[in-house]
């Protein structure tokens, strides 16, 4: 497909990543930070994007701190693009507005939106390009919203499932399809132990893609909130009264994936089956897949010496030697003024960790 014209970018920018602290602060979100490689999160997301749209058809929804930061990262991008919440409003509320941002600019009901979260690791970029502008074209025929499903490839408790029903005739046959058969979020592991003897679920990577009519008609229907959102901000003619809007109104939208406010509530989806390796960088666990163990089966970045130390996670700083004794099943990470210690399996705790110190006047300097 030579013309792109018609394709429109999201990228899902406004998390602050929490569960990567002590690296990820207030000041420095996970999205900026220099996790895989040598470019941020937002660079590589952003650069993926860029390969189905145009610069000027792509939009980053971020924290409004991060908006001239990531205006510096994304020189390519216009300035207006790059668009500031005062609050975060989870997934729900970003569509939302990229959808009305999108209609007062014009944007025609027939144009094809894909959007991504930042914080993916993709093995194949060319395989994701493949996928995506395949969906692009279901998604413009089949009247419905189209999601890429990942398979699984072990019993995660994290992911949100989507079942597969039966296949779809659409594209040239390089990318599977299925209707959409039913949401299960984040399944205990007996759970998940069961679904997977079924080849029908994949994960939910996130990754969405409509037209823009189908996108406003499904908040309309099914997120009357997140759908006066749209409304408001597609009457808006400029960045200055747009800032305004966000400052004075955003807060009162709900706090919502979009998964909970349309995707779970819809009678038909497509599922895009995924033909690239994908992986969430959702906490510092994900560095398993992406940084090759020692033989003690270590994940080390940085200076460490380890003596009887196993299946371990160590992130350091060049300057600073993290060194540890008969330990296991650790998380170890010397960011600054910080050093966070952590069981491998609470991972997902350090998220908690962060609300805790956000209380106590005398701890938050250190978020």
């Not at 997301?45 to 990262?73: F, G, H, K, Q, W």
């Not at 994304?74 to 790059?82: Q, V």
């Not at 009519?213 to 009357?224: I, Q, S």
């Not at 210690?341 to 956000?358: G, P």
Request: aromatic share 6%; with cysteine; glycine share 8%.
């Amino acid at each position: 497909m030579s013309d792109r014209s018609g394709i429109y970018t999201v990228v899902m920018a406004g998390g602050r990543g929490e569960r990567f602290w002590p690296q990820s602060r207030q000041n420095c979100p996970k999205q900026l930070l220099r996790l895989l490689g040598s470019l941020t999160l937002i660079e590589q997301t952003t650069a993926r994007m860029l390969n189905i749209s145009s610069p000027e058809n792509c939009l980053v929804v971020t924290n409004i701190d991060y908006v001239e930061p990531m205006r510096s990262l994304l020189p390519m991008l216009p300035a207006e693009n790059i668009i500031g919440e005062p609050v975060g409003r989870d997934t729900g509320g970003c569509l939302a507005l990229a959808c009305g941002v999108l209609e007062s600019r014009g944007v025609s009901d027939d144009a094809v939106i894909v959007a991504t979260p930042a914080d993916h690791s993709i093995g194949s970029v060319p395989a994701l390009t493949r996928t995506l502008l395949q969906a692009v074209e279901t998604a413009k025929v089949c009247d419905a919203p189209v999601l890429v499903g990942i398979r699984p490839e072990y019993a995660s408790t994290g992911y949100g499932y989507i079942r597969c029903g039966t296949q779809l005739d659409y594209g040239d046959g390089t990318v599977r399809f299925y209707a959409g058969d039913g949401f299960r979020e984040k399944p205990s592991t007996a759970e998940v132990e069961e679904m997977l003897c079924e080849d029908v679920w994949r994960w939910n990577s996130g990754i969405f893609v409509w037209t823009q009519g189908v996108l406003k008609r499904e908040l309309f229907e099914h997120a009357p909130e997140l759908a006066a959102i749209t409304r408001e901000v597609s009457r808006i003619t400029n960045p200055k009264q747009l800032a305004e809007f966000l400052r004075d109104e955003f807060a009162l939208a709900p706090n919502i994936s979009i998964d909970y406010a349309v995707m779970e509530k819809l009678d038909y989806l497509v599922v895009a089956e995924s033909t690239f390796d994908w992986a969430d960088i959702g906490s510092w666990t994900a560095l398993r897949s992406q940084i090759r163990a020692d033989k003690n089966n270590n994940v080390v970045r940085g200076l460490f010496a380890g003596m009887d130390t196993e299946n371990c996670i160590v992130v350091g700083e060049n300057q600073h030697l993290i060194a540890a004794v008969d330990v296991k099943d650790l998380i170890i990470v010397k960011q600054g003024d910080v050093t966070l210690v952590c069981s491998e399996k609470s991972a997902q705790r350090v998220k908690e960790l962060v609300h805790k110190l956000d209380q106590d006047p005398t701890l938050r300097s250190f978020l």
